[in-house]
């Protein structure tokens, strides 16, 4: 997976102007020049009374790459984010393909609300790593002979899987992420239990570090009142 910050206007400053309008109206702005360590008790107010308003004057754009079926349940997060897809229509497809490695849990246990994967064999990982393997091969070349017959792309695309890499622009403020990561991350400061699919976590905590950097007390004070956002 990759993610890359390309663009952003976040800080915790922001937090602190946009709360502090309430009670200093324009004068609330002096909080940019300000050190936000004075005021990081008022950011976790913020976050544990869940005013949630003063964390969205802020602005990341990150661009990824991952597999199609993880871009699914991306576009599941709609208040706060906004995204461009690389097109199939417009592009031919480069083949590359999602094939997990000896990291990635491949059976599952239990049943849905209640699972937890475990590792797989070494049988199973080599089934798995054929199988993707051959499947990607076969439907590429596919996709390659329509195109060659003069088939239009999005037409020829149908034929691709699920596990073809896609590339996007994700933009989205602190709040958004936060909710996103609170669904899209296991941690053990979470108040709120979520069981995400590995690979769109595996984004989600690359995403979470380069945010981390930009607004670190307001990553502090997410931490702190169980990944909720606010």
Not at 75 to 86: D, L
Not at 94 to 107: G, I, N
Not at 198 to 208: C, S
């Amino acid at each position: 997976m990759t993610v890359e910050l390309v663009k952003h206007s976040a800080a915790d400053t922001d937090v602190l102007w946009a709360a502090r309008v309430s009670t200093a109206g324009e004068q609330s702005l002096e909080e940019l020049e300000k050190d936000p360590q004075r005021s990081k008790g008022l950011i976790n107010y913020l976050m544990r009374d869940r005013h949630g308003s003063p964390f969205e004057h802020n602005s990341m754009t990150f661009f990824v790459s991952a597999p199609l079926f993880v871009f699914r349940e991306f576009h599941r997060h709609r208040v706060g984010w906004s995204y461009n897809e690389e097109s199939g229509r417009y592009r031919e497809l480069e083949p590359v393909f999602y094939v997990p490695d000896a990291s990635r849990k491949l059976v599952q246990q239990g049943r849905p609300g209640k699972y937890e994967f475990v590792e797989g064999s070494e049988k199973q990982l080599e089934v798995v790593q054929e199988q993707m393997t051959e499947s990607y091969r076969q439907s590429y070349a596919a996709y390659q002979e329509m195109l060659g017959a003069g088939v239009a792309r999005e037409v020829a695309r149908a034929t691709l899987p699920v596990g073809l890499y896609s590339s996007m622009y994700a933009t989205c403020n602190a709040r958004s992420l936060m909710h996103f990561l609170g669904l899209r991350t296991q941690h053990e400061l979470a108040r709120v239990p979520s069981f995400p699919q590995r690979e769109i976590e595996m984004v989600a905590e690359l995403m979470e570090a380069e945010w981390a950097k930009l607004m670190p007390l307001t990553h502090q004070a997410f931490n702190a009142n169980g990944r909720v956002a606010p």
